[in-house]
């Protein structure tokens, strides 16, 4: 695989429109933590951003977990506390990143036959108490970091193990189809993240779409904020609405599209769309998420987009993907195509034709890894 075209992303799972609403809303002390949070959120961003290169990672055959402790700095990785051959029980949030980045390697591993984010074994590396009272967890492109929340807006960011899936996956996106993270492409790869974030829970539960609260982020919100969690892949606008935290401002449609410049072009705005498509078709199939839809998400992650593919690229290639893989004009890919027409973004009637349509897009970007990379 080659590195230097691959397009790194910090990503981090609370919106910054939350975190503005705080700052205008909040008493003194929400908006000096909200204030702390954007700063430092920023300059994670920042060094990521000025490295322009990858650095080259060892890489291993089976899975390679380490934690670390930033002992309320802001210095990565910190201190050593955990790694496969040393287990920290003391310790509740580390244990937690520990077993939920487990979670999330098994999920790929036993699904999908991915070896790790990067599909070669890349190290799965954590930091825990990052900072004073931090209000977020974030993938910088090679690493995890958690902050403990400040126990009046959010709790410990290591408590859902779905944003563990969320982040993790975004740093599997990176290496597959680095979406650019700005308007549609950007809103594309908070999406994917969603859908794969809520399989690796759903995986981790043994829930079946119908069972599943099909909520991001339950349990990140302490005691007294109205809200269920940061995202609701069912119902998008939904998931809360607080004096603090505004009204989750989330379309289902793209009749309600939202265009601005903040969050990158609204990166964790317009996801809600393809969220709500996902679950249609998640819960038309029945069956685990993972056995059918999740195949048809990951086969056009790994096949079917390039870096500033839009929604009607995603949906185009989604539908095509059904079709190569359960029959074209079959049940599965009319499904697929019908909740797609659901939230506006309907595909050619061509697509649903045996041999009409497009085939799926190659990627002519960069190299594709070869396929003993995945095993």
């Known amino acids: 695989m080659s590195t230097g075209n691959i397009h790194h992303s910090t990503c981090s799972v609370i919106p910054p429109h939350i975190l503005r609403h705080v700052a205008e809303h909040g008493d003194d002390d929400s908006r000096e933590t909200i204030a702390a949070t954007l700063l430092h959120t920023a300059r994670i961003k920042d060094e990521r951003t000025n490295t ?36 920290v029980r003391r310790d509740f949030e580390a244990k937690e990143a520990f077993d939920g980045s487990g979670a999330t390697y098994d999920f790929y591993a036993k699904i ?38 400040d126990g009046k807006l959010f709790t410990r960011f290591t408590g859902a193990i779905d944003v563990i899936g969320h982040e993790l996956t975004h740093g599997v996106t990176q290496h597959e189809a680095a979406l650019e993270y700005h308007d549609q492409s950007g809103a594309l790869n908070e999406h994917i993240s969603d859908a794969f974030g809520m399989m690796v829970k759903q995986q981790w539960l043994g829930l079946r779409p119908a069972d599943s609260d099909w909520i991001i ?39 309600n599209y939202v265009d601005g410049a903040e969050d990158n072009g609204g990166v964790h705005i317009n996801s809600g769309i393809p969220n709500r498509a996902f679950y249609l ?24 987009l390039f870096p500033q593919a839009g929604f009607q690229d995603f949906a185009n290639a989604t539908v095509t993907m059904a079709g190569v893989l359960y029959g074209a004009g079959g049940q599965v890919q009319t499904i697929v195509a019908e909740a797609w027409s659901a939230v506006g973004l309907p595909v050619s009637p061509g697509i649903l034709k045996p041999g009409g349509g497009s085939a799926v897009p190659e990627r002519k970007w960069r190299d594709r890894p070869a396929a003993a990379s995945r095993a």
Request: proline content about 7%; glycine content about 12%.
């Open 112 to 149: 999908f036959l991915r070896n790790s984010i990067d599909g070669r074994g890349m190290p799965m590396i954590s930091t825990v108490h990052y900072g004073q009272r931090f209000d977020n967890a974030m993938w910088n492109g090679k690493q995890m970091i958690y902050g403990d929340g």
């Open 217 to 255: 982020g339950v349990g990140l919100f302490a005691p007294g904020i109205k809200g269920k969690g940061v995202r609701s892949m069912k119902d998008p606008g939904t998931a809360y609405d607080d004096p603090l935290l505004g009204k989750d401002p989330q379309p289902a449609h793209m009749k």
């Open 52 to 87: 322009l290169i990858d650095e080259p990672a060892a890489h291993s055959p089976r899975k390679e977990r380490s934690v670390y402790d930033a002992s309320h700095k802001h210095t990565l990785p910190g201190k050593l506390l955990m790694d496969e051959g040393k287990i």
């Open 281 to 304: 078709i998640a819960t038309a199939l029945s069956d685990y998420t993972w056995k059918v839809a999740g195949r048809i998400w990951y086969q056009t992650l790994l096949d079917g």
